[in-house]
C-alpha cells in the first residue's frame, strides 16, 4: 500500500484549489500502512516538537521522547545548549532511559554502565579495556545526535540533515511571534492526555473556528466568531488570530496580567497556531497552551500540554492561574470528546472524504497540502495568504 499513498491519485482531491478539494481519505486517519509510512515521511523528516524549553531548566534534566520511529533524549549541557540524541547506548544498542529524569550529570547505560555527559560524549567505559581493545577510541563512540533547535519556546528536533533550517522551515513565524520573547516564558503547568482519535483530528480541529458556536459555546464568548481571522505568512503552519480577545462576557483569559513591552496588537489578541506537524500553540497577552501531539497509533494519540506565563508573572497566585487553567481544561476535554467522536465516525460509519467549507477550512486545505508534500517527497514551503479576499479572511483586515 505504500506506493498507493504516495501516488497523484490518493493525493488528487487534496491538490485541487480548496473551492473544489476533497478532504483527506478514510485511511489516512484509520489505516495502520498509512501510519506507518506517515511516521517515516512526515515525523522522521520534519521538525517534530520534543519538549518545551523551560521543562530543562533543571539542572541535569534529560527527558524521554519521541521523534518519529525514534526514542530520543533531550538535554542542556553547561553551556545551555539544548541536545538531542538518539536514546541508545554505542556499545550494544541499550536504550539509556525509559523515563525522565533530573539531576544527572552522566548517562548510565543500565546493561554494562557505559556513561555519556550531557553533551554525549562518552566518558566512562567500565572495565571494557582490562584488555586491550584494538583500536578504540572513545571520542569515536559519541551519542548519535540529531539537529535541535528552540523555537517560540519549544525544543525541536530534526532526523534528516536535507531538512530546511528551522528558521526557513517555519517562514515568517519567528518575525510575527518575536514580541513574545517566548524563549523566556515560564512552565506553570502541565498534564498529559491518551485520546482515541489521530493525531491530525486533532490539529485540523485546533485550525478551524467552524465549530465553535455548537462544540464551544462559553469559549465563543472570548474568542468570538466574527473576531477571527487567517494569520498565515509564508511557512511550515496554518493559522488564525482572534483580534481582539473579548472579556465582554467571561473573563477567564483576562484574569493574569498581560507580559511587559507587547505591541498594541498583541496586547488585544490572541494567535492560534498549528506548526506541522505537531504542535498547537495558542499565544495571548498573558499567557501560552502549548500542546504537543504524539501519534501512537492510526487512533491513538498522546497530549502533552503546558502553560507557560510570561517571566514576570510570579507573583501570579494559584486561585487565579486555575481561572485560565480550568477554562483550558474544559475548552480542551471538549475537542478531544468530538476529535474522539470524529474517530469513530471515520472508522465505523462508512466515510470516503468530504469538502472544505471555504470560509472557515482553508488552513486544513492547506495543511492537507503540506501532508502531501511530505509523502510525495516535494520540499515546499507554503506560501502565506494575500490581502483582498475578505469572503475567505473575515472582512479581510488581516490582522498583523
Not at 533524549?73 to 532511559?97: D, I, K, Q, Y
Not at 480550568?326 to 470528546?337: G, H, Q, T
Request: hydrophobic residues 35%; negative net charge.
Amino acid at each position: 500500500m505504500s506506493e498507493a499513498y504516495t501516488s497523484d491519485e490518493f493525493w488528487q482531491g487534496v491538490r485541487k484549489p480548496v473551492e473544489s478539494a476533497s478532504t483527506l481519505p478514510r485511511d489516512a486517519y484509520t489505516s495502520p500502512g498509512f501510519f506507518e509510512l506517515e511516521q517515516t515521511m512526515v515525523f522522521d523528516r520534519g521538525w517534530v516538537a520534543v519538549a518545551c524549553a523551560d521543562e530543562l531548566s533543571q539542572d541535569g534534566s534529560v527527558l524521554v521522547r519521541s521523534v518519529g520511529s525514534r526514542s530520543v533524549l533531550v538535554t542542556r549541557n553547561s553551556e545551555a545548549e539544548v541536545r538531542v540524541f538518539l536514546n541508545a547506548c554505542r556499545h550494544r544498542g541499550t536504550e539509556l532511559l525509559d523515563a525522565d529524569a533530573a539531576g544527572l550529570s552522566v548517562i548510565r547505560c543500565p546493561y554494562h554502565r557505559w556513561g555519556y555527559n550531557l553533551d554525549g560524549r562518552l566518558v566512562a567505559t567500565p572495565r571494557f579495556t582490562d584488555v586491550a581493545v584494538e583500536g578504540f577510541d572513545p571520542s569515536d563512540y559519541p551519542l548519535k545526535s540529531l539537529r535541535a533547535e528552540v523555537f517560540a519556546g519549544i525544543v525541536f528536533a530534526c532526523l534528516d540533515p536535507t531538512t530546511a533550517p528551522i528558521a526557513e522551515y517555519y517562514g515568517d513565524l519567528g518575525d510575527r511571534l518575536a514580541g513574545y520573547g517566548l524563549n523566556g516564558w515560564k512552565t506553570r503547568q502541565t498534564a498529559t492526555f491518551d485520546i482515541a482519535a489521530n493525531w491530525k483530528l486533532l490539529s485540523e480541529n485546533f485550525q478551524e473556528y467552524y465549530h465553535l458556536t455548537w462544540v464551544h459555546p462559553e469559549l465563543a464568548k472570548v474568542s468570538r466568531v466574527k473576531d477571527h481571522y487567517r494569520y498565515q505568512g509564508p511557512g511550515m503552519y496554518c493559522g488564525q488570530t482572534t483580534t481582539p480577545v473579548s472579556g465582554d462576557d467571561r473573563d477567564d483569559w483576562l484574569a493574569m496580567p498581560a507580559a511587559a513591552g507587547l505591541s498594541a496588537s498583541d496586547a488585544h489578541s490572541g494567535r492560534f497556531l498549528a506548526l506541522f506537524p505537531n504542535v498547537m500553540l495558542s499565544v495571548l497577552p498573558n499567557h501560552a497552551f502549548v500542546i504537543q501531539l504524539e501519534p501512537l497509533g492510526p487512533g491513538r494519540t498522546r497530549e502533552r500540554c503546558t502553560w507557560l506565563l510570561p517571566p514576570d508573572s510570579t507573583d501570579v497566585t494559584e486561585e487565579t492561574f486555575a481561572v485560565t487553567q480550568d477554562f483550558w481544561v474544559d475548552v480542551n476535554n471538549e475537542d478531544i470528546d468530538i476529535c474522539e467522536r470524529s474517530q469513530r465516525g471515520i472508522h465505523n460509519g462508512g466515510f470516503t472524504e468530504g469538502r472544505y467549507s471555504v470560509r472557515f477550512e482553508e488552513p486544513l486545505h492547506r495543511f492537507a497540502n503540506m501532508l502531501a508534500d511530505q509523502f510525495q517527497c516535494r520540499q515546499r514551503i507554503p506560501a502565506g495568504d494575500q490581502d483582498g479576499d475578505a469572503s475567505r479572511y473575515g472582512d479581510g483586515r488581516l490582522p498583523v
